[in-house]
């Protein structure tokens, strides 16, 4: 019996500003940019919505839009500048619990975590309440929520964390897995955004469940070899394993833009967030790397890959920013043509060639973890 949890903490970056500052408890919170309340207010700021509170997604906020937009939807939120090294460390103290609960464990973001915890349950009810003690330890300790989604494999785990949140814990058994995921639109896979969405509702596939009876091959004539994965996904199969890092080729972090967009502030400011989240996991891990690569697909689908490889192992943020925000610049510069009309839609980064350093090297270069006791 296989049993896999997708661990999402809720709204994290404005969670944990409203656990540090109990007086915003209720209200709509947004964080993103690097000033609050004036900086908005005299509309010196530009940049995107990082998170934000449910209260504020009750106005229509999201996150990747503008601040500027945000603040029309909702002038009386409480806009937050974002911290980063706090989340970071509270980010390690939640991995450091999730961590220590899995037979293995693959953090995929920031705020959210795949788990394997086949060996530790033997049915369904007990994976069930095993997740219920991993949310109490979480908010017995950090005093935050999150939703999780325990299912045989991890595309269903990664659906079901969203089911029924904040605070979820929606359970999906093997043997209920296509009954699950039949009535739900298919935008709820991870991974189909807006365009691929729209090509599968010309050809009539509104749910996740036409999907699974769709025709293989015109399904591969339209999207691709991603047709076909998505054929099996909707048909409950997804073998893909629950990776630690030490055991990856390489760790990249990925981000889809709500709408395409040719901003190069944006574009900068999304790679410098996806290279924090990046750095977070090496440092969890205790790896160094030495290629760092970037990842841009355009409105079209069309993808630009562009990787830098160093001289020597690295482990420090700056570095990693510095490399994928050149090879970004490098590849707005070069496009030519029809390349500078269009848009782009999705941006990546990435690192590769790895080496796990043991606990003295960890020592050496600052990544040993600081005792979740200490937050």
């Known amino acids: 019996m296989r049993v896999i949890l997708h661990v ?6 404005s969670a944990i500003e409203v656990r540090e500052h109990p007086e915003l408890k209720g209200l709509p919170v947004v964080v993103g940019g690097n000033v609050g309340d004036a900086g908005i207010e005299s509309g010196k700021i530009r940049g995107v919505v990082s998170t934000c509170s449910y209260e504020a997604r009750k106005y229509g906020i999201h996150s990747a839009m503008a601040l500027s937009r945000a603040y029309k939807l909702c002038p009386d939120a409480k806009f937050l500048p974002v911290n980063m090294q706090l989340y970071r460390r509270v980010s390690a103290a939640i991995m450091a619990i999730l961590r220590a609960q899995a037979d293995k464990m693959e953090q995929v973001s920031i705020d959210e975590a795949f788990l394997d915890i086949s060996s530790r349950v033997r049915d369904w009810t007990e994976a069930r309440a095993y997740a219920e003690r991993i949310k109490a330890e979480i908010w017995a300790k950090e005093r935050l929520t999150c939703s999780i989604g325990v299912a045989p494999n991890k595309t269903i785990a990664k659906i079901a964390s969203d089911f029924e949140k904040p605070d979820g814990l929606t359970v999906v058994e093997d ?3 296509k009954e699950f995921l039949a009535p739900l639109p298919v935008k709820c896979i991870p991974g189909v955004g807006p365009k691929t969405e729209n090509i599968l509702k010309q050809m009539g596939i509104l749910k996740i469940g036409q999907l699974a009876s769709a025709d293989v091959q ?3 004539a339209r999207l691709g070899k991603y047709g076909e994965r998505l054929h099996l996904i909707a048909n409950g199969i997804d073998d893909s394993d629950v990776e630690p890092a030490y055991e990856r080729k ?3 972090r990925e981000r889809t833009f709500t709408e395409d967009t040719d901003d190069m502030t944006m574009l900068e400011e999304r790679v410098e967030e996806l290279a924090y989240e990046l750095h977070k996991a090496l440092k969890t891990e205790g790896l160094v790397f030495r290629t760092v690569g970037i990842k841009v697909k355009y409105e079209d689908f069309t993808v630009i890959t562009r990787a830098k490889t160093l001289g020597a192992f690295h482990s420090d943020l700056e570095t990693l920013k510095r490399i994928a925000k050149e090879l970004m610049m490098g590849v707005n510069a070069k496009r030519e043509g029809k390349e500078k009309r269009k848009k782009i839609r999705l941006v990546g980064v ?5 080496s796990l350093l043991d606990y003295r090297q960890r020592r050496l270069v600052g990544l040993t973890l600081t005792p979740p006791s200490a937050y």
Do not use: E, H, P, Q
Request: proline share 0%; aromatic share 10%; charged share 15%.
């Open 175 to 177: 043997c209920n897995a």
């Open 250 to 252: 390489s760790v990249s």
């Open 350 to 354: 990435r690192v590769s060639n790895l």
């Open 8 to 13: 999402d903490m809720d709204s994290f970056f």
């Open 218 to 220: 015109s399904l591969v």
